[in-house]
């Protein structure tokens, strides 16, 4: 419904079938699609699905509500002209009318995600991968003593098209690393290898996924357990791609070993200074509030001797 030429759009064609629900309608009713000049009736109210609704105004509940944000989304919102529209977000643009909000902690109180975040960076995105290879296979062992099935899962959000480590140059890495390639699924764009793919069957085989965006939003698995972003970590858009996408609980109860209770960020990025506040601020922007993310957080830094070791032991917790 969200398009700006609405020719050739179902919703928003002529219907003759509809007309009995436009019969009382006066012909000059504001708001509603006409039929083109060009056609049959033109000038007249189109008998569609679009103006049906529009005439009832129904109810209107829009998830990830701030990317209806743009001219087209209101637009649409005014053809259908609801009656009141629920907005569902993480993040609630300034001027909404904010009728509820549900913060981390009320979230892990009630065992839907996993707190702690533990982040740890590295000097390369070979050595992020390297980390993020050995987390989940920790992980792994870990959770053959859990009381139900788990299986961690490693999201790596590679670099873009015409950068070093692309998606293909990821999967090589990998594949070089003595992982088996059906173990390795592609999201992208172009390449949508979870379609149909179940991750909480115990026959799966995925244990590493591979993406840029296409798991921005509207996925969530609670298998996933470990995020890698390789690019470098400036500002908090960097990780919004993969971070809300590791938190979410498996079965929605605490796991009896508290590391299966956490999330696990590894990212290459040369100063974590800069890591550490790209990842709050984008806890902050996804609605975790200062509370959780700024006065909550603690950054231990345990230095071992050796300089590149030092970076891989860097933790941002997010503490109860």
Partial sequence: ????????????????????????????????????????????????????????????IVDEAHKAVTGLSQTMQQRVNPSAIIEFTATPQRQSNLLHSVTAQELKDAEMIKLPVMLAEHPTWQQAVDGAISKRQELADIATRDTKYIRPIVLFQAQDRGQVATVDVLKDYLIEQGIAEKRIAIATGDQRELDDVNLFDPACDVDFIITVEALKEGWDCSFAYVFCSLANIHSSTDVEQLLGRVLRMPYATRRS????????????????????????DRMVAMGWGWRCCSQQCTCPIHDTGNAAKKDERVFLLIRN
């Fill in 1 to 60: 419904m969200r398009v700006e030429n609405t020719e050739g759009r179902k919703v928003y064609s002529h219907n003759e079938n509809l007309e009995p629900h436009f019969s009382a309608v006066p012909k000059k009713s504001p708001g509603l699609e006409l039929i083109e000049d060009d056609k049959v009736g033109a000038g007249t109210i189109k008998f569609s699905l679009a103006n049906l609704l529009h005439l009832h105004r129904p109810l209107m």
């Fill in 257 to 280: 070993d508290e590391r299966l209770n956490r999330a696990y960020a590894h990212l290459a990025s040369p100063r974590f200074s800069e890591a550490a506040m790209a990842l709050k």
